[in-house]
């Protein structure tokens, strides 16, 4: 075992290691959010045009439209003011398949389309056209709150022509091909900007979203003077990070280990998302199946016999590493299954191995959230903060380390984590509401300015 465990040290980082990658986020954040330092930034520091979180007055009905993992899903979401709730009406789910995943945009968003339709019958909703929220779970450059270009597909996606494309534009000319529907106003919406609009619902503190599942990403609110990018000083603005790809330019090298590379080197889109390689469901169940092949190839596993099954990519689930930790009888299940010849070491092995990787996933998200809540609190001036992060994702969820570790690198501040339920659907129902209680408060000012100038008229 002891030989195991040098295997593994490359996954180990310390306090001093995750302060120093912590450091090196802070400056990335800063590049990104650059006026003349954005282009070439790894971090991108995207401006969402989110200006505001609810404060409780939103109200209407809404359609949701969420794409970012193997599943499309349409919601009809109503928030009731009086109630202060916010109530899925409806939904309905629309599998991706991969051929259209790795197809191109015009099937893509044909397939959507056409779900969105078929939803819209079933509820009786064609002839009305409701505000629509689209949560779309890629790094988009957004001009407006409804124009977003696709920077680059992350995850299991690569549909040809839409990237550099404005995806509003391709879902309108989507509906057109079809004619029997249209839509009005969409507010596109990351999956992280949902999800903290829909907790701060229910928390009004919350001005963070993280979202640690197929991939990982974190949004947070940004003073609007340090947003160079955008015109105006005043207030604050949803950025969202991006940080997936923290590590693009290199400034991880140091702590990549062989496996990260070859995680890299296999996927569909390498040199692209380094850090998100590192930490979210997409990818840890492959390091942990590299780690273990390589460990039986020196005899240190299975009396060196690999099996067919463990030598195929992607077979070793991220799931499993959960069912691993919980139990060594989940361990022993999972080792017969994938056709292994195991011995109790061995699965005592195995099970270092899958709270190695999961502890450094962990450990790498809890320095990146420990930068943004400290860059909040610098903004402020504040020498100590408590804020909320709104969370989603199956990694967060399902495993049982990621939240006693996420506090550890902020001894200045005092995080709060409400987990999202449903949050990137009626997170963009959300969004939409808020866009529409600020057009009208500002409508409201015009006209309460304008009756100024006519008195100011008639005095004169
Ligand atoms: C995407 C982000 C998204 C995250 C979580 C990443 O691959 O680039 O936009 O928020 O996955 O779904």
Redesign the pocket.
């Known amino acids: 075992e002891v030989i195991v465990v040098k295997h593994l040290e490359p996954f180990r980082l310390s306090l001093e290691k995750l302060k120093v990658v912590s450091t090196r986020l802070r400056k990335d954040m800063i590049r990104g959010l650059g006026k003349h330092t954005h282009h070439r930034a790894a971090v991108k520091m995207l401006p969402t045009f989110v200006r505001a979180t609810p404060d409780g007055t939103e109200k209407g009905d809404f359609l949701a439209l969420d794409l ?2 193997t599943n499309f899903r349409v919601l009809h979401v109503r928030v009731m003011e009086e109630e202060q709730k916010m109530v899925k009406m409806d939904s309905q789910l629309c599998a991706i398949p991969q051929e259209i995943m790795l197809g191109t945009g015009e099937q893509l968003f044909d397939h959507i389309a056409a779900c969105l339709s078929e939803f819209l019958d079933s509820q009786n909703l064609k002839g009305q056209t409701l505000p629509m929220g689209f949560t779309f ?3 988009c450059e957004q001009k407006e709150i409804d124009k977003s270009i696709l920077i680059r597909w ?2 299991g996606f690569n549909c040809s022509g839409v990237e550099g494309e404005d995806v509003v534009k391709l879902l309108k000319e989507a509906i057109h091909r079809r004619g029997d529907y249209d839509i009005s106003s969409v507010a596109m919406v ?3 900007v949902g999800t903290m609009m829909s907790c701060g619902y229910r928390d009004q503190t919350c001005e963070i979203g993280m ?1 640690i ?5 974190a949004c947070y609110m940004e003073e609007m003077k340090n947003v160079k990018r955008v015109e105006g000083e005043d207030g604050q603005m949803c950025i ?1 990070t ?1 940080w ?2 923290f590590g693009d330019d290199g400034s991880l090298e140091d702590i990549l280990t062989e496996f990260d590379k070859v995680v890299d080197r296999t996927s569909i889109n390498p040199g692209v ?1 380094t850090f ?1 390689k590192m930490i ?1 469901g997409m990818y840890l169940g492959e390091i942990v199946r590299l780690v273990l092949m390589k460990l039986t190839e020196k005899k240190l596993l299975f009396k060196g016999e690999v099996s067919e099954a463990l030598r195929t990519k992607e077979t070793f689930e991220t799931k499993f590493i959960s069912m691993i930790e919980d139990g060594l009888e989940n361990a022993k299940k999972i080792l017969t299954e994938l056709g292994l010849t195991w011995d109790l070491v061995d699965a005592r092995v195995v099970r270092l191995v899958c709270e190695t990787i999961s502890s450094r996933s962990a450990r790498l998200c809890a320095a990146a959230l420990a930068t943004i809540v400290d860059r909040i609190r610098v903004n402020r001036g504040l020498p100590h903060l408590k804020t909320t992060v709104g969370v989603d ?1 199956t990694v967060y969820k399902k495993h049982p380390k990621m939240q006693p570790s996420m506090h550890f690198l902020t001894p200045d501040c005092k995080i709060k984590f409400l987990v999202s339920e449903d949050g990137s659907g009626k997170g963009a129902a959300m969004v939409t509401a808020v866009a529409q209680r600020l057009a009208l408060q500002s409508r409201l000012l015009e006209e309460s300015d304008g009756e100024e100038d006519e008195e100011e008229k008639v005095r004169s």
């Open positions: 970012g993992g779970s890629f790094p992350t995850k990351n999956d992280t979202i599942g197929t991939g990982t990403n969202n991006e997936g790809g998302h998100e979210s994702g």
